[in-house]
């Protein structure tokens, strides 16, 4: 029997079987191919993410050091540069102490006429601009003086801290506005100086102790001026001892009760240190890219004693003041200060704080209101300059005071200014004055002031 296989069904059998081989390998390569591409791919992105990775370190790098700077600038201690070494001098210091110093060298030369006498040879008033000193009801001795002097040069020591969580600062502040020290310091010969304590103050945290400025004087308002103050009638200006506790933008302290009094129908003054207790400021300031405002507060006891009298009143005042930017270029500043038995506050003095009755048992407080406006213009990187109003005003009792005591007095300034190169300052200002006393008496001031100042 013979059994017969069909051919085509074998024929194709064997065609796959030999065809088997070739797409396993067409397949193959396909995949070869295919995976080749893949880790292409893969490759690729992975250099995106470990680029992406390398941009995102670099701006939180970049971003670090902009905290840093931040930190830096908003720091209150010292700049970097004036430390003289990164650890305490001394083995008692603070572990963590850092020691720095500072100041300026200035020279002024200063020509003032005056129309009714001479300001005293030597005096205050013939160093920088003092309102209290322009004479009033004199001759006209129609001639100019001349005075050059290096006194408001300035250096001061700052050590800062931390301790135990505690922030710390002590600082020492110095210049040579203190009087010949010997019988040739003068302009014969030598022109000696002594120094002057100008600040002197430990801080921790929030508390400060020690001398610097009154709490009711706002230092950054003061403007850009030649002379040592500027509008000196119009702006309050006391350093003395206090303690002060700071917390946010509120401030108070507790201040040296220093009295200045007038006698009875006299120009004659008394300081009296008889006060028993502080005079008591406070202050609220806010600050911006616009500038800042700030506006404080003062009350206080007059006190004058003596073996047969005791004497006392009391004195209170307000002050607003601050300094608002223009654009880039300009900025205002300006204050105001009102109130009675303040006079030792306000322009050196310039008014007393009140006056004694005839037997010495009574204070009658003086009045005063006074204030100045500056606008500051800078022209380019090397050249500013500053025009300035200045004004004060007393209400006297003449019954008590008579009539030789000062019943305002106002100056204008103007000035330019020119920076030939970091921290150095060469600046010329033209200054009038004028001082009235309750007789209708008055005095004028006009004075060239020049100056030459390098801060180091």
Known sequence: MTIRIPRRPLALAMSLALLAPGMAVAQTAKERELEARIAQLEAQVQALVGAQQQQQASLVDAKAQLDQVKVAQAAPAPDPAKAIQGTPILTAGSPNGRFSYG??????????????????DGSAGRMFYLPSAIPVGGADESHVDIDT?????RFWFAADGETQGHKTRAYLEFDLFGGGSNQLGNEAATNTHALTLRQAYVTWDKWLAGQTWSNFQDVAALPDAVDFVGPTEGTTFVRQAQLRYTSGAFSVALENPQTVLTGYRSTTRTNSDDGALPDISVRWTKKGDWGHVSVAGLARQLRHDTATTSASGNGFGVSASGKFNIGKNDDIRYMLTGGQGIGRYVGFALGADGALDATGSDIEGTGVLAGFVAWRHVFDPKLRGNLMFSRAQFDNDTDWTGFGVTESAQSIHANLIYSPFPKLDIGAELIWGNREVESGADGDLRRLHTSIKYSF
């Open 149 to 153: 002097h290096a006194q408001f040069s």
């Open 103 to 120: 100041g300026f060298i200035k020279v002024d030369a200063m020509a003032t006429d005056t129309n009714a006498g001479e300001i005293a």
